[in-house]
């Protein structure tokens, strides 16, 4: 059986993110393992696309009455990855298979991609914190029952720490606050204005997509430094 350019590329894809998946985290050169809040450190949370869905847009995709079946916790606690997965669409008309649901189930559908995803759907998505969907990019959410067509709701999602309150008060941040990050992996290199959001049901962990991590050579697990404050 032959295949096209387009399937092969898919199927490299999906071997890469399997991989990826099962592959130890780097170690940083310059942040060793167990580091704390008081020396500045933070653990990455790399993160794939994926969905979030309303009640009534997982009932069109899935049918009426149907739940959410969980698969793993995630670091944040009450969330979870779940077993079902969905294709996204674009104008491209060059869909993206597997994309993970993630739960639990939200007041607005919404679909995180990275830049490489977007050249792919050819659709032109805002770097926005979660929830931030007013003007956002419209998207198309294939299921086994239905589709749903999102007029606005896909967004990248920018660069985030994720804070308990005791840890913005060792770091000296506040909710919405925006800091500068070090990045020691292979390539090694500086974020900035990072978000800091701050939440007792938070546990402290920085996220970045895909893009960002494959950029410069680390993954979950691996750690980045906080070096400074942003007014």
């Not at 967004?155 to 500068?180: E, G, L, W, Y």
């Amino acid at each position: 059986m032959e295949y096209s350019t387009a399937q092969i590329a898919e199927m490299v894809k999906k071997v890469l993110s399997e991989m990826s998946d099962r592959a130890p985290a780097p170690t940083s050169p310059c942040a060793p393992a167990g580091g704390c809040p008081t020396n500045g450190e933070v653990p990455v949370g790399v993160s794939n696309r994926h969905i979030h869905l309303t009640k009534a847009d997982l009932e069109t995709l899935y049918g009426k009455g149907y739940e959410l079946t969980p698969l793993k916790d995630l670091s944040q606690p009450g969330q979870y990855a779940c077993k079902e997965t969905l294709t996204i669409v674009g104008p491209s008309l060059r869909p993206i298979e597997n994309v993970r649901v993630l739960g639990p189930l939200r007041s607005k559908s919404q679909v995180e991609i990275s830049m490489t995803d977007s050249y792919v759907l050819k659709v032109k998505p805002p770097v926005r914190e979660s929830g931030n969907l007013t003007g956002s990019a419209p998207i198309r959410i294939v299921g086994p029952k239905g589709i749903v067509e999102l007029k606005e709701g896909c967004i990248i999602a920018n660069r985030h720490i994720h804070m308990s309150p005791t840890d913005a008060q060792a770091f000296k941040v506040k909710d919405c606050d925006t800091v500068t990050v070090d990045v020691c992996g292979t390539r090694r290199t500086r974020w900035y204005d990072v978000q800091v959001r701050v939440h007792k049901d938070f546990r402290l962990e920085m996220h970045v997509d895909t893009d960002d991590a494959n950029a410069v050579g680390i993954g979950n697990g691996s750690k980045v430094k906080v070096v400074k404050e942003k007014c």
